[in-house]
């Protein structure tokens, strides 16, 4: 997402093993991890800080059918605008539901 709040998809490097490399300016990561069978509904979980950190509940919730979703924070770790842009490109644009489940 840059600092216009445009989301482009990208693909992961391989060199970012299971954590991402944080970017350069006002950029930040966006991912979207998706289960092999998405539940009824589309439910998603939203990461709210620390992607890599004790990853058990988002594990289970992928066996469930739920998307893992994650905006990298500002660095207050406070939501701003970019969240707003965030959630809007998952649930208008890519149809996951309007109320995820909040991971903290």
Not at 85 to 90: E, I, K, N, S, V
């Amino acid at each position: 997402m840059n600092e216009d709040f445009v989301i482009e998809p990208t693909k992961a490097a391989l060199e970012e093993g299971n954590g991402f490399k944080h970017l350069e300016g006002n950029q930040r990561r966006c991912i979207i991890v998706v289960p092999k069978t998405a539940a009824v509904g589309n439910p998603w979980s939203w990461q709210g800080c620390y992607w890599d950190h004790q990853p058990q509940a988002e594990i289970e919730l992928l066996k469930r059918g739920f998307c893992i979703g994650y905006v990298e924070s500002s660095q207050n770790l406070k939501p701003d605008k970019s969240w707003d842009a965030w959630y809007a490109f998952l649930t208008e644009k890519h149809g996951l539901s309007s109320k995820p489940a909040f991971v903290a």
